[in-house]
């Protein structure tokens, strides 16, 4: 496994790459709100060989550079994750994407098409009034800029601790996603983070209809009702999409039961 930094046109993307190179698709693995690429480590050493994995720290996330005015709305992200794999030399990937990366593979799988070999969709966010990347958005817009730095910073942590079943892991984790976000140019980043969330913007029933690649939906069966009628409309909105659950898992499914997701990869692999 080896960590590199990508420029895109002078935005500077952290990624790294790992698994083997073979006749099997490239494995691009996309992660949510705010959480980093470490959010895959877990279930990438599990995933069939014979695939080459990318995962990726999206603009503003984890080691990838702060923001600083460039857009990070969902049809950025996706169109930089396309650059990507231009750089890349990768023509078709299968595409997996939690939470806000969700809605990024979705975009792309809708605007990208022929990128996009297979779609995975792990506690996606999806619709407008649904998903859990939406409720944290709509919770914190409306405060975030009056609210000092700890004080934002102390809200998403709780918001974040509600995700996990293992507190143990959520402090860990929760310590590594939030570091990119201290002090006043991490502050900036959140904020713009937040800002840029628009529930209008994401994929409606009908833009779904039109995904052609074959699609996997997960979810953590411990995520709450609204998350698990988010995922039954995907499956229903996507043309031959299944489901996979995951009974005990909460939002942060990759990291709480990396193999059952593992295996959801593979299995759409197999289709």
């Known amino acids: 496994m080896r960590g590199e930094f990508l420029d895109l046109g002078g935005t500077s993307l952290y990624y790294y ?55 990070v709305a969902i049809a950025a992200h996706a169109a930089r994750v396309a650059a990507l794999l231009d750089e890349l030399r990768i023509e078709r990937a299968c595409v997996v994407g939690h939470g806000l990366g969700g809605a990024v593979a979705q975009v792309l799988a809708l605007r990208h098409r022929a990128r996009v070999s297979r779609l995975c969709l792990v506690n996606s966010a999806a619709f407008g009034e649904t998903g859990p990347s939406a409720r944290v958005a709509r919770l914190l817009r409306p405060l975030a800029r009056h609210l000092p730095p700890r004080a934002l910073t102390a809200m998403v942590r709780r918001r974040m601790q509600r995700g996990y079943a293992d507190p143990s892991r959520a402090a860990r984790s929760i310590d590594l996603y939030l570091r990119p976000f201290a002090g006043p140019d991490g502050h900036a980043a959140l904020l713009e983070h937040i800002a840029a969330w628009d529930e209008a913007l994401l994929p409606t029933s009908s833009d779904l209809a039109r995904i052609t690649a074959p699609t996997t939906i997960v979810r953590g069966g411990a995520d709450g009702a609204e998350a698990s009628s988010a995922d039954f409309r995907l499956v229903a909105s996507i043309p031959g999409a299944t489901l996979a659950q995951v009974a005990d898992a909460r939002r942060f499914t990759p990291e709480e039961a990396p193999q059952p997701v593992a295996d959801a990869i593979a299995a759409l692999l197999a289709r």
């Open 17 to 71: 790459a790992a698994g083997t190179r073979g006749a099997g698709e490239p494995i691009v693995c996309l992660h949510g709100f705010p959480v980093s690429g470490h959010l895959w480590s877990s279930v990438v050493p599990l995933l069939p060989p014979g695939h080459r994995v990318v995962v990726l720290d999206l603009l503003g996330y984890g080691r990838s550079d702060r923001p600083l005015g460039r857009s």
